[in-house]
């Protein structure tokens, strides 16, 4: 399998997060993607090529024209407004009860305008990165529309939480989505997109809930108790067109893999009866029991089983890098997957 990976992941790096009201190191750093590849090559996964430039024309398909706009200046307008910080992150959001009809034009309103929480920070080397990881996405869906069974997109930053309009829990530009659209605009009729990483992909949902073309899945941990709480319940099954194309596996806390592969098979069933052409899968592995901000029990050895069962789809599958981090131990996860699949 071929995987799809840019260095240029590394300048959005030294971000720092919220955690129980203090600021710390951000788990989502830098070493993750390395640790990933570093197991591609050990296992000889296959080639590792760096992603093709694309315009911004596919990521406008699925997100507001607006948002990619604000994305690609932030960092600008950040320092334009005087600040010399390490990192741009919102504090006031436009939350019920205030107007969301007017933007304001100062950058700090607007960092809590497109976002929903103040976990997507923007240093300066961000939005090279952020293009980066969806010119890796789009790259690597045209490995697949072109004949190859299935292709890795070792993304970073994540995309699952980016809303048509939003940013947030590390995610910026929705990498799945982006590549989901660009399989629709190059052949497929319909595409389904299977998000196993703990956290609900909340953006993911968000963007295609009104499509019947675009099946959602996503198995993760309760909203009721877990991040990113406020989308992702069982009852939330798609609207309009989208009505009973939006499907959602909350589990509980601890769940090992007997329970959660169960909601694997049922998602994988209603997978077949879509008879998408493709399927793309937000590929995160903070499921694993020894992640530091999860919750779930599943051990490296259950990761080659998840592979191995949508292998068993029969379909051409976009794996895209989400979410994992238990740094140490996210590349033999996260390619414990990719060989599962393919029979080794
Ligand atoms: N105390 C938990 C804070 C969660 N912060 C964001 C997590 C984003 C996961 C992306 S896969
Ligand atoms: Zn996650």
């Known amino acids: 399998m071929k995987t799809v990976f840019s260095p240029l992941h590394a300048g959005h790096a030294d971000t ?18 390395e640790f990933i590849r570093a197991r ?3 296992e000889k996964l296959g080639d590792i090529l760096p992603p093709q430039e694309h315009d911004l024309s596919a990521a406008r398909k699925v997100h ?38 007017r933007r304001p034009r100062a950058i700090e309103a607007q960092l809590g305008y497109y976002s929903f929480d103040a976990g997507a920070p923007f240093v ?13 996405a789009l790259t690597a869906a045209g490995l697949v529309n072109t004949g190859e069974r299935a292709a890795f997109a070792l993304c970073r930053p994540p995309g699952h939480h980016a809303g048509s309009a939003f940013m947030g829990g590390y995610c910026y530009i929705n990498n799945a989505a982006v590549a989901a659209q660009w399989f629709r605009d190059h052949g497929a009729a319909r595409v389904s997109v299977l998000d196993i990483d703990y956290h609900h992909g ?14 959602v899945l996503n198995l993760h941990a309760d909203p009721m108790a877990e991040y990113p709480f406020f ?39 209603k997978i ?13 592995v903070d499921t ?15 990761y080659p089983l998840i592979g191995k069962r949508i292998r068993k789809l029969g379909l051409p599958v976009l794996f895209v890098m989400e979410g994992g981090y238990a740094v140490e131990e996210i590349g033999i996860n996260a390619v414990g997957v990719l060989t599962g699949f393919e029979g080794r």
Not at 20 to 25: D, F, K, T, Y
Not at 202 to 215: K, L, P, W
Not at 272 to 284: F, H, I, K, M, W
């Open 272 to 284: 077949g009866a879509c008879r998408p052409d493709v399927v793309v899968v937000s590929l995160g």
């Open 124 to 136: 300066k080397g961000t939005w090279e990165a952020v293009k980066s990881s969806c010119d890796v």
């Open 64 to 101: 507001a024209s607006d948002y990619i706009d604000f994305l690609s200046t932030v960092w600008s307008q950040w320092q334009a407004a005087g600040h010399t910080g390490p990192a741009a992150l919102p504090y006031v959001w436009p939350t019920r009860g205030l107007r969301a009809d």
């Open 231 to 269: 989308l992702g319940h069982a009852d939330e099954h798609g609207s309009g067109a989208g009505q009973g194309c939006n499907h959602n596996y909350p589990m509980p806390a601890g769940t090992a893999w007997d329970e959660w592969s169960l909601a694997l098979e049922d998602a994988c069933a």
């Open 202 to 215: 909340n953006g993911t949902q968000e963007i295609f809930y009104s499509r019947a073309d675009v099946q």
């Open 288 to 302: 694993f029991e020894k992640d530091p901000i999860s919750r779930f029990r599943l051990k490296s050895s259950d």
């Open 40 to 42: 591609v090559e050990s």
């Open 16 to 33: 720092f997060e919220l955690v129980a009201g203090e600021l710390v190191p951000g788990f989502e750093k830098p070493s993750r993607a």
